[in-house]
């Protein structure tokens, strides 16, 4: 197999998938859909304010106010977007920076550095190119427009014009813009708000953390934090700071684990209670039930993701990037001060700063602390990283005026193809490498962190394929479970692959498959015979015959001691096998069946035969690489 195979992309889906949510991917994906949307909505902003530009500005100015009694709030439209919509946007990338840090690489603390200090030098330097170039001009209180890259739109254009872009560089991508979000909503509080009023904000701060008692306490119903989190907002609003800023607290606070086996099976109970006695009351407690397994963070990403990226953002753009662009205003704006300090800090600034840190780090670590890509990744990061849009819009909005405000909008959508661009040439000549250098340029040789706890051990596992095989896919299942009758052929399939070593661990969901267990405990008890895989067999295809005394038959259509097995069944060699794969699955994560893990690494997404063979691809190109390294 090819190197270039192994680092294809994968596209393929199945009408089946896991049940469990992924700390990363389902973000991408989001992100990546709504790029077209975004890009759309910033040129029909454009076409508006110049076919008509005095409309476009009369209707984002028209106010809107909402009133309480002798109480009141009244902002212009683009008020009501730039400072209300846009909280729920800074809310999904506060979940998502939680996210990483709950499941995903950034649990592993000591990876956050390096990230935190490219995207730290990633906004300093771009500032310092803004104000080398403003000069204490009219243009030099924008230098905050100059320091964010708009993480969306990145994420997006990225899988559009870096074709095969491994998940390390968007990993990195975003763990730099972490950091950035964070200080660039630092920056909106501290440096640019207005008539600051101390009063309100200690308001905002006392209910944000009474909700965080509420969190702590058990209180979970969602409804009932919405008013908390309106006081919070309009607080902020009023102590003069940028509401935005309540989003990302908000998001951060909301923690991120997978649905616990204790949760699930509670709500199985309540599921199977309405079952018995499908009344009104009962579907509701079913509902909230289910509703309470995920976590806050999974429960509020899966309602505001969507809305944020192919709403909230496109809207955003729609409101903001319209510019009247004609010859005398281009004449004069291609060589401001502002527009060129713009374009640099964010197409020279970006790059240099991310990857020149991530190199010199890794120079004075000596390796101990290197990027989780390889370096044509980390540099493809940095160019697409130089594009300011909705933070660096917000900014603008608040620092200058025209014509400047003008300039720097221009500036910013300049950045945005030259970045793209720049992104392009970078993949693309990385594509004419040599396959193995392909393959560590875009990778890197850093180990993946391993989720699988504990590791296979062939004295204790049970395990099809050679031992020196360079992949190792394991699978949490269920001889009852559909799913894992519909995986099996796709797995039957992979074991093709004579590089390829495939592990069985238990997980009999109980809850919902009754005959699990036994069922378990007869591939145990045939596997004390020498036949557990023909067991495992038997069993995965006669899923609804799983009583004992089909269990009895199967042992007799095997060739085994009957007797033996029946009594083998109820003994502690097979139960304790079964209650360590169960431990097992607790300590990593799983919750449900099938779960797959690829050289200790979980898998995330669909699991049909493309997906899963890309998937392994992907892990045997690594494990070439940490073998060279070795």
Sequence with gaps: MSEATELS???????WRPRVTTPLRDFLNTEAGSAGVLVAAIVAALIWANVAGSSYERF???????????????????????????????????????????????????????????????????????????????????????????????LGLLALVGRNVPAPARLFLVTVSVVDDVVALVVIGAAYSEQFRLTPLLLAVAVFALTLVM???????????????????????????????????????????TPPRGELERA??????????????????????????????????????????YLIVPLFGLANAGIEIHGDFLGEAITSPVTVGILLAYVVGKPVAI???????????????RPAAGWASVLGTGTIAGMGFTVSF???????????????KLGLLLGIVVSSLLTWAVFFG??????????????????????LIPDVDPGRDHVRGPDEASVTLVEYGDFQCPYCGRAEPVVRELLTDDDLRYVWRHLPLTDVHPQAQLAAQAAEA???????????DLLISRQEHLRIADLIGYAGELGLDQDRFHDDMMQPACTEHITADLESADLSGVSGTPTFFINGRRHYGAYDVATLQEAIRLARVRARIAAKRR
């Design 355 to 369: 990857t020149g840190v991530s190199a010199l780090v890794t120079w004075v670590s000596r390796g101990r602390v």
């Design 526 to 536: 045939a596997g004390l015979q020498g036949r557990f895989w023909e067991m495992h």
């Design 394 to 408: 917000l900014i603008a909005n608040l620092a200058l005026d025209d014509p400047e405000l003008s300039e720097a």
């Design 9 to 15: 992309d994968t596209t393929s889906t199945t009408r």
């Design 60 to 154: 984002w100015e028209t106010p809107l106010s909402f009133r309480f009694g002798g109480a009141g709030l009244e902002l212009g439209l683009r008020e009501w977007v730039n400072s209300g919509l846009m909280t729920l946007f800074f809310l999904v990338v506060g979940l998502e920076a939680r996210r990483e840090f709950d499941l995903g690489d950034l649990r592993d603390r000591r990876r956050f550095v390096l990230p935190a200090l490219a995207g730290i030098v990633g906004m300093t330097l771009p500032i310092g190119i803004y104000l080398a170039f403003t000069a204490g001009g009219p243009g030099a209180a924008g230098w905050g427009a100059a320091m964010s890259t708009d993480t969306a739109l990145a």
């Design 268 to 309: 199985s109970d309540l599921f199977r209670s309405f079952r018995e006695q499908p009344t009104p009351e009962l579907a509701r407690f079913a509902r909230i039930g289910l509703a309470r397994s995920l976590s806050p963070n999974d429960r509020l990403t899966r309602t505001w993701s969507g809305v944020s990226s």
């Design 215 to 257: 969190i702590r306490a058990g209180v979970r119903g969602g409804v009932v934090y919405v008013p908390f989190f309106l006081v919070v907002w309009v607080a902020t609003l009023e102590s003069g700071i940028d509401p935005v800023v309540s989003g990302l607290a908000i998001g951060l606070a909301a923690a991120a684990y």
């Design 430 to 451: 990385t594509s004419r490498l040599p396959k193995p250098r392909k393959a560590v340029a875009l990778l890197g040789d850093v180990d993946e962190l391993t989720d």
